[in-house]
């Protein structure tokens, strides 16, 4: 086919509609511009949705208080840690290590505390357990404690206010979770009587769930003040009963990396076994705890 065939109808086309097209002053002629598309984060109710990590290691000064009862051949005192030097706060290691993904969070707190040779002269007569120690005797004790805090936790009040003036954020950002978790508790306790050279040693675990709630008041992107608290019961053969309550504050110089500060108090009743062969302490640690916090 001679190709002047087609061609010929075609340019007869172009030169009939390009004109009049060309002279429409109602139709603009059409653009098109590319913008590269911003890489954004999956967002529920504006909470990020991929999971972010924030582990925070920490020192705190704490100390064991409380009264405390062994068992033993025949029911015994209950001892005020004070009485065996055992209540002074010290420097022990801790953590924080958080995972949130959208309005879930799960959590692990660690608190390690362990205190050895702390000699006491005793004012008056006291039975501990099977030990039995006379006024002006002295004592060696020993101390080896774990708590573990395992939590799962969802925001049930997410509320940003007064956006920033200058880049995303929000000048005040107030956020409520609430948690349910389970609480553990690891400890040994030895003692001796120096002038007698009498020995005994008690350690056990006790676990309880517990639920509370936490809110976090986040400042200028920068800042965070936290809230937090709850209660743990277990009734059931190693008894146990804690009050835990928390405030703490975080200050980010870099969007990733900020320090903290803060205080916590965890208050429990421990108790197994009855008349000669009950286990009992109503105590406590309390203290001050500083460090880090990481996110990634």
Known sequence: MNHWTLTIPIALLWCTWVPSISCAQDVPPVRFTYTQPEETP??????????????????????????????GPARG???????????????????????????????????????ETQIASAEDAFTLGPLAVL????????????????????????????????????????????ELGLRLYD??????????????????T????????????????????????????WPFDREAFSWDIGVGFQ????????????????IFLLQEGSGAGKFEWAGSFQGLNAGIQIRF
């Open 206 to 233: 006790f676990y309880e769930p517990h639920v509370g709630a936490k809110a976090a008041f986040n400042i200028h992107e920068r800042a965070t003040i936290d809230l937090y608290t709850n209660f743990g019961y």
């Open 77 to 115: 005192d209950k001892v005020d840690l004070a009485d065996l030097n055992l209540n002074g706060p010290r420097l022990m290691p801790g953590y924080d290590l958080s995972f949130r993904s959208g309005s879930w969070r799960l959590n692990t707190i660690g608190l390690f505390y362990e205190v």
């Open 135 to 178: 006024p002006g005797q002295r004592t060696s004790s020993d101390l080896t404690y774990t708590q573990l805090d395992f939590r799962i936790a969802r925001t049930v009040l997410d509320a940003p206010l007064s956006p920033l003036s200058e880049g995303p954020g929000h000048k005040v950002r107030v956020r409520v979770d609430a």
């Open 187 to 204: 400890f040994e306790f030895s003692f001796e009587n120096l002038d007698t050279g009498d020995r005994t040693s008690y350690g056990r």
């Open 42 to 71: 999956s967002i529920e109710n504006g909470i990020p949705t991929s999971w972010r990590v924030q582990f925070e290691p920490m020192v705190r000064y704490v100390g064991p208080a409380g009264d405390l009862r062994l068992p």
């Open 251 to 266: 200050w980010r110089p870099v969007e990733n990396v900020g320090l903290q500060i803060g205080y916590r108090s965890t």
